[in-house]
T-cell receptor, first 113, second 114 residues
Framework: NAGVTQTPKFQVLKTGQSMTLQCAQD?????MYWYRQDPGMGLRLIYY???????DKGEVPNGYNVSRLNKREFSLRLESAAPSQTSVYFC????????????FGPGTRLTVL | AQTVTQSQPEMSVQEAETVTLSCTYD???????LFWYKQPPSRQMILVIR??????QNATENRFSVNFQKAAKSFSLKISDSQLGDTAMYFC???????????FGTGTSLTVIP
């Protein structure tokens, strides 16, 4: 099992450009999550998908859209990137119950100039 | 709203010694879960230990144990026999019983000194 994979690992964008971060899991998990991590802060939830076909906003959803393409894949899109979106982005998945461990991907370091 | 506070931005410990990382939280919930995650330089987030609030017994995982004080809303992590591989950022996190959302603290950077 690869666990949770994310692409790309690094990305540099100019202000106003768009891009999609990809995430896939092979653990047959129901729930998937997107977080961002800024210096000196813990992870903050952007969006999550409790199950295939559903998505919900987290703590910091503004400027992002998500798609739960199927059970395996959950993508995060920045339509018009801003410097404030410079961050490290983590995808995670879990079985969906609070007692289930969340498994994290390796992260994507995004810089918006 | 839930908040998680880690008041120690950085800590260090000698190899083989014991260190305790502090975490406090604020919530009006009665049932919830608390977690400690480790983030080494590789950036991967790794679950260290989990505590269910309705369980009075403190969770333990090998060299890692917690001191859960529900009334005080405190959830500290004790690492015994510290190893060089324990060097990492440690995040305390909270989740509601019926929720999907983690609330993370700002982290404690732990360095194990040989």
């Amino acid at each position: 099992n690869a666990g949770v994979t994310q692409t790309p690992k690094f990305q540099v964008l100019k202000t106003g450009q768009s891009m999609t971060l990809q995430c896939a899991q092979d653990m047959n998990h129901n729930s998937m999550y997107w977080y961002r991590q800024d210096p000196g802060m813990g992870l903050r939830l952007i969006y999550y998908s409790a199950s295939e076909g559903t998505t919900d906003k987290g703590e910091v959803p503004n400027g992002y859209n998500v798609s739960r393409l199927n059970k395996r894949e959950f993508s995060l899109r920045l339509e018009s990137a801003a410097p404030s979106q410079t961050s490290v982005y983590f995808c995670a998945s879990s079985g969906g119950q609070p007692t289930d461990t969340q498994y994290f991907g390796p992260g994507t370091r995004l810089t918006v100039l | 709203a839930q908040t998680v506070t880690q008041s120690q931005p950085e800590m260090s410990v000698q190899e083989a010694e014991t260190v305790t990382l502090s975490c406090t939280y604020d919530t009006s919930e009665n049932n919830y879960y608390l977690f400690w995650y480790k983030q080494p330089p590789s950036r991967q987030m790794i679950l260290v230990i989990r505590q269910e609030a309705y369980k009075q017994q403190n969770a333990t995982e090998n060299r890692f144990s917690v001191n859960f004080q529900k009334a005080a809303k405190s959830f500290s992590l004790k690492i015994s026999d510290s190893q060089l591989g324990d060097t990492a950022m440690y995040f305390c996190a909270f989740m509601k019983h019926a929720g999907n959302q983690f609330y993370f603290g700002t982290g404690t950077s732990l360095t194990v000194i040989p």
